[in-house]
């Protein structure tokens, strides 16, 4: 069973005059555009069709925010990646993200997604920057890792912890096999109970 049985959609936002009321307790994920994010939500959260794996056209560019349980919520980021975003577009993603990176009080925590076959990309460092920016945790799932054999995953992980250093923790994780299930909801339940950033 869920562990947050009550967790639900609120809205998306394309603006910052449109975020939910910033009281309570917050953790933002992150990824580039079919990294694999939707697929880690739900089996994070434990709800099968909690984020849509499938994508929900006009909603992938927007700032969705769902609720986990009371003041607890989980915050859908936009990806992008695919080689045609314009330039304007890509402008726009910029100033939302940081908006919100900037604005949410109520903001514990940062799980970037990515394919654990790709590696690190610019959006990713981009993200990594922003939390960077604000002293925000951040937690890094190398998911579908099993796509890869096990020795190539664990180099893949090293490289990556090596690469990132103090900036985020990193894990292995798979929506598939639910590897490192546990593992990703504990530390969002860590990030979750921490005190607000000064
Ligand atoms: N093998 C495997 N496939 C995955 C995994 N996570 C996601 N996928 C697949 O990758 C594609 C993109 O996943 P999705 O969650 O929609 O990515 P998003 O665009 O980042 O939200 C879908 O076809 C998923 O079924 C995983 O851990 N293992
Ligand atoms: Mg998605």
């Known amino acids: 069973?869920?562990?947050?049985?009550?967790?639900?959609?609120i809205k998306s936002a394309n603006a910052q005059n449109q975020f939910v009321a910033d009281?309570?307790?917050e953790v933002a994920v992150?990824?580039?555009s079919n990294a694999g994010k939707s697929s880690a939500i739900n089996v994070?959260?434990?709800r099968r069709q909690f984020a849509r794996t499938s994508k929900t056209p006009g909603r992938t560019q927007l700032i969705n925010f769902f609720s986990l349980q009371g003041d607890q919520r989980l915050i859908d980021l936009p990806g992008y990646g695919f080689a045609k975003v314009s330039?304007?577009?890509?402008g726009h993603w910029r100033d939302l993200v940081a908006d919100y990176f900037e604005s949410r009080a109520s903001?514990?925590?940062l799980f970037l997604i990515i394919d654990i076959r790709r590696q690190i990309t610019d959006f990713d460092r981009q993200m990594l920057?922003?939390?960077?920016?604000v002293s925000l945790r951040t937690h890094v799932l190398l998911t579908k890792s099993d796509k890869l054999k096990r020795g190539q995953a664990a180099t893949a992980l090293l490289e990556v912890r090596r690469d990132i250093g103090e900036l985020a923790t990193v894990q292995q994780f798979s929506a598939l096999t639910r590897l490192g299930e546990d593992e990703a909801r504990a530390k969002l339940d860590e990030f979750l109970s921490t005190e607000a950033r000064e």
């Open 87 to 90: 330039d304007k577009k890509r």
């Open 23 to 25: 009281v309570g307790a």
């Open 129 to 133: 920057a922003f939390a960077e920016q």
């Open 1 to 9: 069973m869920s562990q947050y049985p009550e967790a639900q959609f």
């Open 30 to 32: 992150a990824g580039r």
């Open 44 to 46: 994070i959260v434990n």
């Open 107 to 109: 903001l514990r925590g």
